[in-house]
């Protein structure tokens, strides 16, 4: 095999994306988002990393949690998520099945569970890599059902699930801010350089 033929049938590099999370302009943790192609394959393996510790007054806030996202050709064919917080552990797994999806969600105060029989095509996880586009929903991993995702002006979108809703900051096609709006303090996560 030539040099060229060698180039080419490896697959393409892997892209991380590491963010910093900050609450009240503070850093509490760290966010890291890769996707590796599978050599020789059409799968790729995305992953979603988020390390957070911070006190708040007396209460100390521990949340880590990994999504792993396997896919081929596009479509989703497992999902996990692993959740390791002060409240206890907890987790969600998708799984196509050949003709239908099983959900679980076991997560701190979410519990869910279904079927779903449409192939899933783009998650939260994918949202780190470019700009929605024209999806108008985005597979939440971790509950295991959609976020409905909205255009809300150049480089914006806005992502609702259940009376949540994220915010999405672009440039140039790459995520550089994502504010989780919550009830008592905006979590702000930003690309780091």
């Given at each position: 095999?030539?040099?060229?033929?060698?180039?080419?049938?490896?697959?393409?590099?892997?892209?991380?994306?590491?963010?910093?999370?900050?609450?009240?302009?503070?850093?509490?943790?760290?966010?890291?988002?890769?996707?590796?192609?599978?050599?020789?394959?059409?799968?790729?393996?995305?992953?979603?990393?988020?390390?957070?510790?911070?006190?708040?007054?007396?209460?100390?806030?521990?949340?880590?949690?990994?999504?792993?996202?396997?896919?081929?050709?596009?479509?989703?064919?497992?999902?996990?998520?692993?959740?390791?917080?002060?409240?206890?552990?907890?987790?969600?797994?998708?799984?196509?099945?050949?003709?239908?999806y099983?959900?679980?969600?076991?997560?701190?105060?979410?519990?869910?569970?279904?079927?779903?029989?449409?192939?899933?095509?783009?998650t939260?996880?994918?949202?780190?890599?470019?700009?929605?586009?024209?999806h108008?929903?985005?597979?939440?991993?971790?509950?295991?059902?959609?976020?409905?995702?909205?255009?809300?002006?150049?480089?914006?979108?806005?992502?609702?699930?259940?009376?949540?809703?994220?915010?999405?900051?672009?440039?140039?096609?790459?995520?550089?801010?994502?504010?989780?709006?919550?009830?008592?303090?905006?979590?702000?996560?930003?690309?780091?350089?």
């Amino acid at each position: 095999m030539g040099l060229a033929s060698a180039a080419h049938a490896q697959a393409a590099p892997t892209e991380t994306r590491r963010y910093a999370i900050e609450v009240a302009g503070l850093r509490v943790g760290t966010m890291t988002a890769t996707r590796q192609p599978q050599p020789g394959t059409t799968e790729v393996i995305s992953t979603l990393t988020s390390d957070v510790q911070v006190t708040f007054l007396f209460y100390h806030l521990k949340i880590y949690y990994k999504v792993t996202n396997r896919v081929r050709g596009g479509q989703l064919l497992l999902s996990t998520v692993e959740a390791h917080t002060n409240q206890g552990d907890f987790s969600s797994r998708t799984e196509w099945l050949g003709d239908h999806y099983a959900i679980r969600a076991d997560q701190y105060k979410h519990h869910y569970q279904a079927t779903e029989k449409h192939p899933i095509t783009y998650t939260v996880t994918d949202m780190f890599f470019g700009e929605p586009g024209s999806h108008a929903t985005a597979f939440a991993e971790y509950f295991g059902d959609y976020f409905t995702v909205s255009r809300a002006a150049d480089g914006t979108y806005r992502a609702h699930r259940d009376g949540r809703e994220d915010e999405y900051h672009y440039a140039n096609g790459q995520l550089v801010t994502l504010i989780k709006k919550n009830p008592l303090k905006n979590f702000v996560i930003r690309l780091l350089p």
